[in-house]
Nanobody
Framework: QVQLVESGGGLVQAGGSLRLSCAASGSIFSINRMGWYRQAPGKQRELVARVTASGATYIADSVKGRFTISRDNAKDTVYLQMNSLEPEDTAVYYC??????????????????WGQGTQVTVSS
């Protein structure tokens, strides 16, 4: 069974940094896009950043210049480096991936997966 396991959240003061990690585990044939979303209280979930298998990245305007996304294909892991954090960055951060689970039948279907979420709190 495929899982996305996040780590690295926590409490940090404004101006500080955190690095989130998300590792995909289980029987995986291939991974396409991996990314990070966030959801603050009372707000909709929004895309923060994502990276394709070839390394092409997208960074939301609200975090551009402060956040970077990267991935290690050998480890099926995506990272979100967050610098110059602001109180407005406080949210639950969710890992997301489009991947193809390995099936004994050999039938491969691109499927979207979510992690359980990790809390990031930035104090002023």
């Amino acid at each position: 069974q495929v899982q996305l396991v996040e780590s690295g959240g926590g409490l940090v003061q404004a101006g500080g940094s955190l690095r989130l990690s998300c590792a995909a585990s289980g029987s995986i044939f291939s991974i396409n896009r991996m990314g990070w979303y966030r959801q603050a209280p009372g707000k909709q979930r929004e895309l923060v950043a994502r990276v394709t298998a070839s390394g092409a990245t997208y960074i939301a305007d609200s975090v551009k210049g402060r956040f970077t996304i990267s991935r290690d294909n050998a480890k099926d892991t995506v990272y979100l480096q967050m610098n110059s954090l602001e109180p407005e960055d406080t949210a639950v951060y969710y890992c997301n991936a489009d991947l193809i689970p390995a099936r004994p039948t050999g039938v491969h279907v691109l499927t979207n997966y979510w992690g359980q979420g990790t809390q990031v709190t930035v104090s002023s």
